[in-house]
């Protein structure tokens, strides 16, 4: 069984940063791409950064300059690191695993369960 566990989130002023951490955990062979997405209260969830397992990385309009997302092949690990921050980014953030190989499968999709990042003006 493959879990995303994630952590960093919080209560912050506007211009503040944060960073968040997203970890895999399991029998894991691989993944190939990992983001990060969020969804505000009464709208829907958007992709907000993705990261492939080469390094390619395409983030959402509204972030570009201000988030950076990366990770660690090895621990399995995506940070999302968010700088400048407005009250617009105030939102669950959910961790995405997707083209996960496992022992018993080969394209898993897999979700953490949120950590929620409210910026104060």
């Known amino acids: 069984q493959v879990q995303l566990v994630e952590s960093g989130g919080g209560l912050v002023q506007a211009g503040g940063s944060l960073r968040l951490s997203c970890a895999a955990s399991?029998?894991?062979?691989?993944?190939?791409?990992m983001a990060w997405y969020r969804q505000a209260q009464g709208k829907q969830r958007e992709l907000v950064a993705a990261?492939?397992?080469?390094?390619?990385?395409n983030y959402v309009d509204s972030v570009k300059g201000r988030f950076t997302i990366s990770r660690d092949n090895a621990k399995n690990t995506v940070y999302l690191q968010m700088n400048s921050l407005e009250p617009e980014d105030t939102a669950v953030y959910y961790c995405?695993?997707?083209?996960?190989?496992?022992?018993?499968?080969?394209?898993?999709?897999?979700w953490g369960q949120g950590t929620l990042v409210t910026v104060s003006s």
């Open positions: 399991g029998s894991i062979f691989s993944i190939d791409a």
């Open positions: 990261i492939t397992s080469g390094g390619s990385t």
């Open positions: 995405n695993a997707k083209a996960v190989r496992t022992p018993r499968y080969r394209n898993l999709e897999v």
